[in-house]
């Protein structure tokens, strides 16, 4: 009978989820999209959050990691973990080059995202809510959430890096579209509100970068957080304990 680490999924989820890891080490230095490599110079635009926001990916690392082991070793068979695999494994091999990506091509790059973010929202929203929540859906809302976020941010810089739009307009216009989706996810679900206080994670970072210097933008970010809030809120009270 074929032993659990010989079945191929958990094992590439487990082989995906330490290369995605470990690929920060590849690129110590990416600080965000470099402001030379767009026509309109912006140092700090306005859709991206505080730099202490993006320490959660230290969590989200460890968090799938544990994720992969455990679900290696003990649920290699189950079928509802396995119904998760295929999409995690896509959006996981895509974050592994993301890093090596985004130093050179912010276009490629903000693709790449939202491959990541595509795959990440099709595994959360096949996760079931019991068993194993801690293990199983509370690691792919994080990592979803905060992709949700990441790619509103990516895609914003974009729009304002190559003079689509200013950089407040950009904002204003990320920031809805990452609260329409993430409100939309978030209800779809009816569980897992460590989705939705993710991305609150986000917004309020973004509050706290832009400040008295963009009211428009911090406004809108505090709104945002309200509204995910009642979302996070609704579905935590309807939630199965």
Same mark, same amino acid.
């Given at each position: 009978?074929?032993?659990?680490? &010989? ?6 989820? #487990? ?24 026509p309109v110079r912006l140092d700090a635009p306005a859709i991206l959050p505080a730099g202490y926001a993006?320490? *959660? ?8 990691? #544990?994720?992969? !082991? ?18 995690? *494994? ?22 790449? *995202? ?11 929203? $096949?996760?079931? !809510? ?5 293990? &199983? ?9 905060? #992709? ?16 689509? #739009? ?6 204003v216009v990320l920031l809805v579209s990452v609260l329409v989706l993430a409100v939309s996810v978030q ?6 509100? +460590? ?8 917004? =309020?970072?973004?509050? =706290?970068?832009? !400040?008295? +210097? ?6 809108l970010a505090a709104a945002g957080c309200a509204v995910m809030l009642a979302a996070a809120w609704r579905?935590?009270?309807? $939630?199965?304990?």
């Amino acid at each position: 009978m074929t032993g659990p680490a &010989l079945r191929p999924k958990p094992v590439l989820v #487990l082989l995906m989820a330490l290369a995605f890891g470990l690929s920060p080490l590849l690129t110590p230095d990416f600080r965000g999209y470099d402001a030379t490599q767009f026509p309109v110079r912006l140092d700090a635009p306005a859709i991206l959050p505080a730099g202490y926001a993006f320490g *959660i990916w230290g969590l989200i690392y460890l968090w799938l990691v #544990l994720h992969a !082991g455990f679900g290696l070793w003990r649920r290699a068979d189950d079928p509802t973990w396995d119904g998760v695999r295929a999409p995690l *494994i896509l959006s996981l091999a895509v974050g592994a080059v993301w890093l090596y990506v985004a130093v050179r091509d912010p276009v490629w790059a903000s693709v790449l *995202i939202a491959v990541m973010l595509a795959g990440a929202l099709v595994a959360l929203l $096949r996760a079931p !809510g019991v068993p194993d929540r801690w293990l &199983l859906l509370a690691p792919l809302a994080v990592y979803a959430g905060w #992709l949700s976020a990441a790619t509103g941010v990516s895609l914003g810089v974009l729009l304002a890096g190559f003079g689509w #739009l200013p950089d407040t307009g950009a904002a204003v216009v990320l920031l809805v579209s990452v609260l329409v989706l993430a409100v939309s996810v978030q209800l779809r679900l009816g569980r897992a509100p +460590e989705y939705g206080l993710t991305v609150v994670w986000a917004l =309020v970072a973004v509050c =706290v970068r832009n !400040g008295a +210097e963009n009211l428009a933008v911090t406004a809108l970010a505090a709104a945002g957080c309200a509204v995910m809030l009642a979302a996070a809120w609704r579905v935590r009270q309807g $939630r199965s304990p």
